[in-house]
C-alpha cells in the first residue's frame, strides 16, 4: 500500500509558519493519518521539540483561559487571544477548570466525602463481578457555588474526604459541583481531564477533532449536611471516575520515577459509545474549548463491554503515553489480533504497553471483555487462556515479526529478574539506543493495511525506528548481565538476541 502520510514523519513539518502537519499514528486499531492544521491568528507553527505543532505567540493567551495574576487579580483572555486583567472583589481562587475571583459573600464549611462505585473482575476472569465495591474519588476537583460563580476549590484525597467553604446564603442555587480535572504542577493548564465527548451512542471515529466537557456531578447544598457522604453510581458515569484516578496515580508515579511531568492528556469515554479504534492512544494535541491537551486517550464505554472496569486496558493505555512522554514510539499502529505476530515496531510499542500494565499492577494477568466476550491472557505462562502462544524463531533473525504479548512477556520476566528489576525495565525506556536515531538494529517504520487480521500490503517508509532488540541492547550496554537477557529471551529456542555482542549507541 501507499504510506498514507506521503513521506511525512511522525515529528511532521511547518509547512509554513501558520501550518503545522504530521503523521499522526494512534494505537489500537487506529490508522495512521496524515494530520494538518491550520493555526489560528494568535499561533504560529513550531518544530524541532516533538511534533510540529501550532503554539501561541508571545504574549498572546488561549481564548477562554482565566489565571490569577497574584493573590487578587484575574486575567482573562478574549477570543482574539488578548489577556484583560482585572481586580477581583475578593481573593482570587486558583482551579482545573478555570481561576476565578471569589465573592465576598460569606461562608461557611462544609466537609464531606465522596465515594464511587467500582465493579471488579471475577478472580477466574469470566466476566465483571455481580456484587460491587465503593472506593474514594481522589484527585476529583470540588468546587462550591451557584454554578456560574464558584466561590471555593478542592482536591478529594485519597481516603475519599474532601473540605472547602461554601455560601451561606439560600437562594436554592448553591451546589457542589464534582470535575474529572487536574491541573498540572504549575497550575497553568489542566494536566489530566476525562471528558464526556458530544458524539452520539454507537460507534464513533477517531478520525475528526472531538469536543465535549469533563465529568461533571453536581449536588444542592440544600440537600446535603456537612459530614455527608456522597456516592456517584455506574449508571451515573463512575467509570469515568475511576479512569480519573488510574491516570492520576500513572502520572504521580512516572513523574516521580522519570523526574519530569508528562505530556497532559484528555481521556474520552461517553455512555454507550464505541470508539473505531476500540480503545487507543493519540499522540496528537487538541484544544477543547480553550483547555489545551498535547495527547488523547479513547475508552470505549458500551453497556455489553464496560471496558473502563479493565485496569489492564487502562493501564496499557498508559503505557503507550508514557512511551510518548518519555521515550520515542516506533509509530506503527493498526489492526492487531490476538495471536497474531506483527511488524517489529508495532510490537515493541504494544508489547511494552502491556508489560508496562502488568509491572505497574504487580499482575501477569491481561484481561478484558470485547463484542460481549471477555478474554485474558498470562505473561508468566505465555498462555491465551490454557493455549500457548507462537513463540519467535531463532532462524528467522532479529527483525521477524513477533507476537506483541512475547515482547511484554519478555519485560515482565526482567522486572522480575533480580539482576534486573521493575525499575531497570521501566527506565530502559530511556537509554539513547531507543530514543536517539539513527537505530542501530536498522529497523525501518512500515504501514500496512489488515482485512480479517491478515496483512494486506506492507509498505517501508524508510524512517528508522526502534524495536525491541534495540531496547535490549540499551540494557546490556547499561550494565544488565548478559545471562539475565538470555534467560529472558531463550536465544537458542526463540528470540536470537545477541546479548555478548550488543550495539551501543
Known sequence: MPDPCQGVSAQGECTTLKQARACVVPTG????????????????????????????????CLPGQATCVGLHQLRTCDAQGVGHTQTCPGNCQSSAVGDFCVTATPTGNFKGTLEYEVVPVYDDYSDWADSTVYSPAEGVLVLSGDGTQWLDAAFVDENGAFSLNVPTSNTGLEQLAFFTM??????????????????????????????GQPWSWSIPLASVTTGADIHIDEQQGSGAIHIYTRLLKIQKS?????????????????????????????????????????????????????????????????????????????????????????????????GWATGFSSILRQSPIYYDKQQGSMFWFDLGQRKYDD???????????????????????????????????????????????????????????????????????????????????????????????????????????????????????
Open 254 to 350: 512516572m513523574t516521580d520515577f522519570y523526574q519530569a511531568a508528562p505530556g497532559s492528556i484528555v481521556a474520552w469515554m461517553h455512555l454507550n459509545t464505541e470508539w473505531d479504534c476500540g480503545a487507543c492512544f493519540a499522540p496528537w494535541n487538541t484544544d477543547v474549548d480553550g483547555t489545551p491537551f498535547d495527547s488523547q486517550l479513547f475508552i470505549s464505554a458500551t453497556a455489553q463491554d464496560r471496558a473502563y472496569w479493565s485496569d489492564a486496558v487502562t493501564i496499557h493505555e498508559s503505557g503507550h503515553y508514557t512511551m510518548w512522554s518519555y521515550g520515542l514510539s516506533p509509530n506503527e499502529g493498526g489492526v492487531h489480533c490476538l495471536g497474531q505476530p506483527t511488524a517489529p515496531g508495532q510490537a515493541w510499542s504494544e
Open 387 to 505: 493455549q500457548a502462544w507462537l513463540r519467535p524463531k531463532p532462524s528467522a533473525g532479529l527483525l521477524q515479526d513477533i507476537d506483541e504479548n512475547e515482547v511484554a512477556a519478555m519485560l515482565w520476566s526482567l522486572s522480575l529478574d533480580p539482576s534486573v528489576g521493575a525499575d531497570v525495565t521501566l527506565a530502559g525506556l530511556q537509554t539513547t539506543n531507543v530514543t536517539v536515531p539513527t537505530f542501530k538494529r536498522g529497523y525501518t517504520r512500515h504501514v500496512w493495511d489488515t482485512q480479517d487480521c491478515t496483512r494486506v500490503g506492507y509498505y517501508n517508509t524508510g524512517e528508522t525506528s526502534p524495536m525491541f532488540a534495540d531496547y535490549l541492547d540499551g540494557l546490556v550496554c547499561g550494565g544488565v548481565p548478559a545471562a539475565s537477557i538470555d534467560a529472558t529471551t531463550n536465544p537458542k529456542t526463540a528470540y536470537p538476541y545477541p546479548s555478548l555482542k550488543p550495539l551501543c549507541q
Open 182 to 211: 487536574h491541573p498540572d504542577a504549575a497550575g497553568a493548564g489542566v494536566q489530566v481531564g476525562v471528558y464526556d465527548p458530544n458524539v452520539k451512542t454507537g460507534t464513533v471515529g477517531t478520525d475528526k477533532p472531538v469536543t
Open 29 to 60: 486499531n487506529g490508522s495512521p493519518t496524515l494530520v494538518t492544521t491550520d493555526c489560528r491568528a494568535f499561533e504560529h507553527c513550531q518544530s524541532g521539540s516533538g511534533p510540529a505543532r501550532c503554539v501561541v505567540n508571545n504574549n498572546a
